[in-house]
């Protein structure tokens, strides 16, 4: 993976691209979408470098179709992905359920736009956290990364499939209509330089392999259909074997090795950032467009003396709760504010791990417009 | 000498799920002997399904095996034929499942040509959730959904098939075996996207409904009124409406889809 088809050095850049040139970094070869507003220069961006790669692009007749066929080019072998926006990410949802209980590795893009439905195609808002959450039906493990920028969505978005392949479940990666279409100048890196993970193949001859057996840290190992393994994957509750069973106690053991399989390995998944946070007195929790805004408040009040620091989410689910514990028991810290263009869906998250500790208020927007660093700073005031 | 079904089976799986009477045996044990015919190695079949009685068939068969989502067995078929063109891509499909839930998908694959069989169980009834009113459900007929007798006209599977690409269409019943077998082998043998569709019995749901209690009756139902669809223009117009014609209906050929794909990508890469 080198040569000409990847241009690396300094470039200007929009979030869509970045995604969209990241994915072919990780080692993506399968595309599959749909035209929605805002994620669509993702389709269009790969549907012209994946062939140049040896990679294949798909324009499916829905949005279903899209991430059926993402699923099934990652079990013959492929690092597969597909990008859409809030009425497709519904769409897409009792796949990504199939997707986490058959563990099939893929990252699935959400650029979000104003909802719930038709909503506001071409305006931010943040209100997909819970969807990414709980979207799809029945419990499930859930990976959901979020960047705040067009470099930092480049490095997400191969931190996605790394994710996805080592822990053989969809990724979502949650974006910003203004991340999506802002540009920005990043540094593409050189291939061979960005640690790319591929998911671990059966050692074991296929009359021994069992395609849903743990193993080491809970994950199966996944042989590419096609190579001799002849196994079955389906959606309904299965044991090692991959074959149904309605069998209680194969069922209860397998639905714990699922969720423990993500939630084992929070200190590899959940990272976030900090600013400012040694001293802070007072928190303010973001992430995506909104961490911005929060980041230029922060500088402002360090600027007059006000003892406030920024976490930033750059892993939403699995919620960050013991960072955020941890920060919330210390001694100084009074309060957090969560700022967030939704009706306060990362402020219950908050509320729940943190609120026992300090202080927690929201900032909510619902307009579609962004959050700005002078309202931060008014509610800092203010409350 | 009697043909050895158990080299194809994965015998621990047994029993099936399926009811005293109902047609997917003989569709499985047709595909079976297809499959055999063409001398396809068991590593290169890939069966695909989505939900549905006929959806439990490939859990059954000791081949490369996907059971999806309702509907959605082609678009992830088509994700697996891309980055595996090697592989015969069959997907087993009910009548609920390919058209009606599935209708989206069916004609899209259908126009994309794309190298897969699909064989359709047509047995004109929802049958895993107990009979309720399907597409393909004739008119005036009864179904747990429809005690008044059903409103809609049924899809035509050949028309529609053949009105959205599909370079291969063919239809035969649980009665005429041989015929079955033939168009089986001839579709996975086809270059391009191949629509079987098969009329068969669903005794439990539909027959018991619909005045043919038995197997024996809904299979004689075939006998009687499906005719060859070469031998149809023979008869007179007014006999020729009352039949059901059964055979080949269509093979044409035309791009593949993946063979596309791959020559894209080639293109694409010597391009500096």
């Known amino acids: 993976m080198s040569g000409p088809k990847f241009k690396s050095g300094l470039r200007l850049m929009s979030g869509n691209e970045a995604v969209a040139e990241a994915a072919l970094y990780a080692g993506c070869r399968f595309f599959a979408g749909y035209p929605i507003t805002p994620s669509t220069e993702i389709a269009e961006v ?208 397998e639905m714990r090795r699922l969720l423990r399989k993500i ?53 939403v689910w699995p919620f960050p709760e013991r960072a955020l514990i941890k920060i919330a028991k210390r001694a100084h810290v009074k309060k957090m504010l969560v700022p967030e263009m939704n009706n306060g869906q990362v402020l219950f998250e908050v509320e729940r791990v943190a609120g026992k500790y300090c202080d927690v208020e929201g900032l909510q927007r619902l307009d579609s417009e962004m959050i700005t660093p002078r309202q931060i700073i008014r509610a800092l005031r203010e409350n | 000498m009697a043909f050895d079904y158990e080299q194809y089976l994965r015998v621990d799986r047994l029993p099936h799920i399926w009811c005293p009477g109902c047609g997917h045996g003989i569709i499985f044990k047709a595909l079976l002997r297809s499959i055999h015919g063409l001398e396809i190695d068991k590593n290169d079949v890939m069966l695909v399904s989505g939900i549905g009685c006929a959806s439990r068939l490939p859990g059954y068969a000791d081949f490369n095996t996907l059971h999806t989502t309702h509907g959605r067995a082609l678009p992830f078929a088509t994700g697996i034929k891309v980055m595996k063109p090697n592989l015969h891509v069959i997907v087993t499909s009910g009548d609920g499942d390919a058209v009606a839930i599935g209708g989206n998908h069916f004609i899209h694959t259908c126009r994309r040509n794309i190298d897969m069989t699909l064989i359709v169980f047509n047995n004109s009834i929802y049958g895993m959730t107990g009979g309720q009113v399907s597409p393909t459900t004739p008119y005036g007929s009864f179904a747990s959904t429809a005690p008044w007798g059903n409103l809609s006209v049924h899809f035509d599977f050949m028309k529609l098939a053949q009105g959205a690409g599909a370079t291969f269409v063919a239809r035969a019943t649980t009665y005429h075996v041989k015929l079955l077998e033939k168009v089986i082998t001839k579709a996975i043998d086809h270059k391009g996207f191949s629509v079987v569709e098969v009329l068969e019995d669903c005794p439990t749901a539909y027959g018991r409904r619909n005045k043919m209690r038995g197997p024996v009756q809904m299979m004689k139902f075939w006998k009687d009124n499906c005719v060859m669809i070469d031998a149809l223009e023979k008869l007179p117009l007014e006999a020729a409406k009352e039949k059901i014609p059964i055979g080949i209906f269509s093979q044409t050929t035309r791009q593949e889809f993946t063979d596309e794909q791959h020559q894209v990508a080639q293109r694409a890469m010597g391009e500096e």
């Open chain 1, 46 to 253: 790969l549907s012209k470098r994946l062939p140049q790669v040896g990679g294949f692009f798909l324009q499916m007749e829905d949005e279903i179709a899209s991430i059926a066929a993402t699923l099934g080019a990652s079990l013959a072998g492929a690092k597969s992905m597909t990008a859409t926006s809030g009425p497709g990410f519904s769409l897409k949802q009792e796949n990504i359920g199939y997707g986490c209980i058959a563990e099939i590795p893929c990252v699935v893009v959400n650029v979000q736009r104003g909802g719930p439905s038709t909503g506001i195609p071409t305006g931010p808002m943040q209100g997909d956290i819970m969807q990414a959450r709980w979207g799809t039906h029945g419990d499930h493990p859930v990976i959901v990364l979020y960047p705040d920028g067009v470099e930092d969505a480049f490095w997400e978005t191969i931190r996605a499939f790394n994710l996805a392949e080592r822990y053989r479940t969809p990724v979502i990666l949650l974006t910003d209509e203004v991340i999506g279409h802002m540009r920005e100048r990043m540094f593409l890196p050189k291939p061979g330089t960005v640690s790319i993970y591929n998911r671990r193949k059966p050692r074991r001859i296929p009359e021994k392999y069992y395609p849903y057996q743990g193993g080491t840290q809970d994950v199966p190992t996944m042989a590419p259909y096609g190579e001799g393994y002849r196994f079955h994957v389906t959606g309904l509750f299965h044991d090692r074997t991959g074959f149904p069973t309605n069998e209680p106690a194969v069922i209860d053991a």
């Open chain 1, 263 to 315: 939630s084992r390995a929070y200190n590899d998944i959940v990272k976030w950032e900090e600013l400012f946070m040694d001293d802070a007195e007072e928190v303010i929790v973001a992430f995506g467009c909104t961490a911005r805004s929060a980041r230029a408040a922060v500088k402002r009040l360090r600027a007059r003396d006000r003892k406030v620091g920024l976490f930033r989410l750059k892993t």
